[in-house]
């Protein structure tokens, strides 16, 4: 069996990942979680469904595999904000990027849009 992580992402994240910090603050405590993300906001292809159009959003990608070892799922992200290079981002939408092996060893976009200095 393959493993997706170790032979397709460790690489990516390696060559392209970046820190950055998940904040859930729509939680009383607002934690704060270490991440690391492939940075996609220069905009990203979102496949709407309901849209014959394309729409381009920008987004960060992120391992399934590491937010569940955090204990985070989609639903938690949601309304949440993410930190890396510099800038700020609202988590909008979440969209899952499976591998064949499933959800959980593929990658989930972060939707965002960028919080005013």
Known sequence: MVDWNAQLLDPVYA???QAA???LVQ???E???AVTVVDA????DIDERSSLMPSLRPAFVVRMAELTGLGLTRERLMRGEITAAGKTWTIDATGPMPVPSGEADG???LIVSEVPA
């Open 41 to 44: 906001t220069e905009a990203i």
């Open 27 to 29: 939680e009383e405590d």
């Open 15 to 17: 060559g392209l990942g």
């Open 21 to 23: 910090v998940l904040t």
């Open 31 to 33: 934690p704060e979680f």
């Open 107 to 109: 990658e989930l976009k």
